[in-house]
């Protein structure tokens, strides 16, 4: 079978994305559709006159993924329906970038209104494409060009938004977290998603080489690191009921994967040591919060 | 058979032949936000929907840059897709227009021309269409409803054209049209099909011959895309008349891309888009009942702009007026002025043309007002630099 995305693009040696893509892909049929935000991942496989897509893609905008999905789930169904053709499965990809903020709103309206597709977002954590500017889903503590790191500044002050939260929040049917250090578990999710009857999300952690400052062959054992700190967990929630799919009894230290990532490293200053702590809390209690939300929403509801 | 003769005529606002159209028209998507005054469009087709009589999917998107991003991706699939809106709306899809022309799809469009915030206000004028008139899209003013219930026809069949591939956008003004009930002939579910027939345009996003669709280009390759959608621009024109021909055959009825009162004869003539052109050539007549010589030339086909017509319809006057129903603020003249002015150049014409400004915010523009702006084309003084504001209080 041809390869859904063709080797030859010009995504960097070690992006983490073009993994999350093919592995999407490779669990996915070979009919299925694509809708793609304007990012690293879109403006690096469709250099014209090339395209490095074995499949149906379509790209127009930043913000509006999730609606172009929407038209195309749309006009399938709507051709089906005379006996014109037959619906196939669309897939949307996005950053964090164009799904955290300016993609939010397409995400939420596509979401509510039950359109069947499964949303990937691809998050890189910044807004990788145009130069690492932060993002909603950059990490508290995480330096980039728009959070710097200085005298005054320990990077990004605000959280990175619960994202899992707000799709789960519109009660799809299946939303989960990925990683591609975790393939078997990813592709295992991304089927599970196109076997439901309406919208569905993946998020997936996708290491940047450029802008979390690593080497570009470690990307893969990044991915894994995330996991393997609670930085990431790794869950899905199937009609409101929460589980961990790759369960991390025994986290390795905070600060491995901070001292990994020059993004971080500061953060290893005593001038930053009690926004180092916090962040530790933070990672350790968003862990907690997701085992806690397994257990609760396992239970049935009695009334 | 004569249509005319069959059909009954029936009762409909301006929105509900938009509406009434979409139905008949086998369109497979509409995805639409509502905007006042283009609402009853979008609940007329729910109503449809809901009565099983539109077929297609109606998509409630969440806002108008998502209308035409869905618009796009149903496009894409082969499908015939619609979407309605005005105003602010239009204002917000702006981006995803110059996208939809980019990607040649052919995307129809009713709107309701409602004037641009700040200052917010509902009622009609040009500013809304005017703000996208370079977006690449085909631009139809309608002056009545049974025109707006005929072009939203028309312009299907001028899209999809493989000739065009352009989508198409009508205009009507908000409340003045829109909410206005007049007499419509429809023409038949059964006779509409058949002209407007299926989709047979490419269905891009195709399993079977997998293609990638908004790749990043570069200098070397833009330019030649743009120039592809100017030629496409072009020939839309010469299938417009192709199109308003097999629908007479149909109907009975033809607007052209102009329409041309006393213009033969006249000294001076008045140049106008959308519902004033009514208005205005009503006055013309009252003026020429009483001796005077005016003529009026209604501009229907606004993209692209009929150059060859506009100047052999001019071409014997000795002044001009062209109204305006928006202002392009900083710029010598109106946006329809503008033109105007432009293809009287390039024929080597040097015919004064005053270019008035009129009925912003929905101010009104009556009969009256219409004489005082053939009385005005005979004051040399008002031909200034500058548009003359017509009808601002002091």
């Given at each position: 079978m041809d390869e859904p995305l063709a080797p030859g693009?010009?995504?960097?040696?070690?992006?983490g994305a073009s993994v999350a893509v093919r592995q999407v892909l490779l669990a996915a049929p070979e009919d299925t559709i694509v809708a793609n935000a304007t990012g690293c991942v879109e403006v690096s496989t469709t250099v014209y006159p090339q395209s490095a897509w074995n499949r149906p893609w379509v790209h127009s905008a930043f913000e509006n993924t999730a609606a172009v999905a929407s038209g195309i789930e749309a006009g399938f169904k709507a051709l089906a329906n005379r006996g014109e053709g037959k619906e196939h499965p669309v897939i949307a990809f996005g950053g964090d970038g164009g799904t955290y903020d300016i993609g939010m709103q397409a995400l939420s309206g596509a979401l509510e209104r039950g359109h069947r597709f499964l949303y990937v977002c691809y998050d890189?954590?910044?807004?990788?494409?145009?130069?690492?500017q932060r993002s909603g889903g950059t990490p508290k503590g995480a330096w980039t060009t728009t959070s710097q790191v200085g005298k005054a500044g320990y990077g990004k002050t605000q959280v990175k938004k619960d994202l899992m939260g707000i799709v789960v929040a519109h009660r799809v049917p299946y939303a989960a977290t990925a990683s591609i250090s975790h393939w078997k578990d990813l592709m295992t999710k991304v089927r599970k998603a196109l076997a439901q009857d309406g919208p569905t999300f993946l998020h997936v952690l996708a290491p940047c080489t450029r802008g979390w400052?690593?080497?570009?062959?470690?990307t893969i054992r990044m991915a894994k690191l995330a996991v393997d700190t609670r930085f990431f967990p790794l869950y899905e929630v199937e009609n409101g009921v929460y589980r961990?799919?790759?369960?991390?009894?025994?986290?390795?230290?905070a600060e491995e994967y901070i001292k990994a990532q020059g993004r971080y490293?500061?953060?290893?200053l005593p001038q930053w040591a009690s926004e180092l702590d916090t962040l530790k809390k933070e990672v350790d209690g968003n862990y907690r919060r997701i085992e806690r939300l397994s257990q609760f929403t396992a239970q049935p509801i009695v009334s | 058979m004569n249509v005319l003769e069959k059909s009954k005529p029936v009762p409909m606002l301006g929105d509900e032949a938009v509406a009434e159209a979409v139905k008949e028209c086998d369109v497979d998507v509409v995805a639409a936000y509502p905007i006042t005054p283009q609402t009853i469009i979008v609940e007329e087709l729910a109503e449809f929907v809901a009565n099983g009589e539109f077929k297609g999917q109606f998509i409630p998107v969440e806002s108008e840059h998502s209308a035409m991003s869905a618009c796009l991706g149903a496009s894409l699939t082969g499908a015939r897709v619609f979407t309605a809106t005005s105003s602010q709306g239009l204002a917000l899809m702006h981006e995803m227009l110059y996208n939809v022309s980019g990607l040649r799809l052919p995307v129809v469009m009713a709107v309701a021309n409602r004037a641009l915030s700040a200052?917010?206000?509902l009622n009609a004028d040009h500013s809304d269409m005017m703000g996208s008139r370079d977006s690449g899209w085909i631009q139809l003013y309608a002056e009545n409803v049974e025109e707006i219930y005929d072009r939203t026809i028309q312009m299907f069949r001028l899209s999809e054209d493989a000739r065009v591939m352009l989508p198409s956008a009508l205009n009507f003004e908000g409340?003045?049209?829109?909410h206005d009930m007049e007499a419509v002939r429809p023409l038949g579910g059964e006779r509409i099909r058949k002209f407007v027939g299926r989709p047979k345009f490419?269905?891009?996003?195709d399993p079977d011959r997998p293609s990638t669709f908004g790749a990043i280009s570069s200098p070397d390759t833009y330019y030649e895309f743009k120039m592809q959608q100017a030629e496409a621009m072009k020939s839309a024109l010469g299938v417009f008349k192709e199109v308003e021909k097999e629908f007479h055959a149909l109907s009975g009825r033809k607007y052209g891309t102009v329409d041309a009162y006393n213009t033969d004869q006249a000294d001076t003539i008045v140049v106008v888009n959308g519902c004033s052109a009514g208005t205005i050539r009503a006055a013309a007549r009252v003026l020429n009942r009483a001796g005077d010589n005016v003529g009026v030339l209604a501009i229907k086909?606004?993209?692209?702009?009929p150059t060859n017509e506009v100047v052999d319809h001019l071409r014997d006057a000795e002044s001009i007026v062209v109204m305006d129903r928006s202002v392009s603020l900083?710029?010598?003249?109106?946006p329809l002025a503008e033109d105007v002015k432009s293809a009287l150049a390039c024929a080597g014409l040097e015919t004064p043309v005053m270019s008035l400004v009129y009925?912003?915010?929905?101010?009104d523009f009556s009969l009256e007002d219409g004489k005082k702006v053939f009385a005005l084309a005979k004051d040399?003084?008002?031909?200034?630099?500058m548009p003359l504001m017509y009808g601002v209080k002091n």
């Open positions: 693009h010009r995504l960097c040696a070690g992006c890189n954590e910044a807004y990788m494409n145009t130069g690492i400052r690593f080497e570009m062959s470690k961990i799919t790759v369960p991390v009894t025994s986290p390795k230290p490293t500061h953060l290893l | 200052p917010l206000v409340f003045i049209l829109s490419e269905r891009r996003l086909m606004y993209r692209p702009f900083g710029a010598p003249s109106g009925g912003i915010g929905g101010r040399k003084g008002s031909y200034g630099a």
